[in-house]
């Protein structure tokens, strides 16, 4: 009874109020309200530190972090961006610190794994085409495809495998990305292409290797 009084209670938060409302009350000490606020994201918040990190204990730990960080701050947020996209920039900042404390390191140097080419020397050479490549979660629906995947993405370096998650798994647009990894919009363009095309040969190798066959 009580847990669903207390779910109800969020109900009419996110029926009665916009965002911004709920901002300006969580601003102001409710707690209620930015639970609400925060209740939207948890679970893309979770999803995107579990890719990061491929640890579920070391995702929670980044979850609550980003929560307890936003609660200190929350009186700092001007509204220059949507509230989940200032989120994102939090959990993005915490999984950063958690993977730097663990003294994880790039399974190989970047410029080993990434294509050699500029984005702009890409689109000359006419691979243009593999932006209609579809996400590879939808294109290839067999778990032991989606564990390929899987571990392609978490061998990508950091900056690639974030830009990666957030335009592909959180559907962020460039824009929204670029404000969250504080790069400017053509740089974000050219990192998530090149992780796209750095995931691309991963998983087309594995795939030859696997089953004689290469994803187009």
């Known amino acids: 009874m009580v847990k669903a009084t207390f779910l109800n209670r969020f109900i009419l938060y996110f029926y009665l109020m916009n ?9 102001a000490g409710d707690f209620e309200a930015f639970s609400a606020l925060v209740n939207a994201s948890k679970n893309k918040i979770y999803a995107l530190a579990l890719k990061m990190t491929a640890n579920p204990q070391d995702a929670e730990d980044i979850v609550q972090d980003t929560f307890l960080k936003a609660i200190d701050n929350i009186e700092q947020f001007r509204g220059e961006s949507a509230f989940g996209t200032w989120l994102y920039s939090i959990a ?14 790039d399974l190989k ?3 080993d794994y990434l294509p050699a080419r500029s984005a702009e020397e890409l689109h000359r050479e006419g691979v243009v085409h593999l932006f209609d490549w579809k996400d590879p979660h939808q294109k290839l629906e067999d778990e032991q495809l989606r564990t390929i995947i899987d571990n392609a993405i978490a061998e990508l370096p950091a900056k ?4 990666f998650l957030l335009r592909y798994i959180e559907e962020l647009s460039i824009k929204e990305i670029s404000k969250i990894i504080n790069e400017s919009v053509a740089s974000t363009k050219s990192r998530v292409l090149r992780a796209r095309l750095a995931l691309r040969d991963h998983i087309s190798k594995a795939l030859e290797d696997k089953y004689g066959t290469e994803v187009s």
């Open 92 to 105: 993005l900042n915490q999984a950063r610190a958690h993977l730097a404390k663990q003294k994880q390191t």
């Open 160 to 163: 690639y495998r974030e830009a």
């Open 109 to 111: 140097p970047i410029e």
């Open 19 to 27: 965002e911004s409302e709920l901002i300006k009350k969580a601003q």
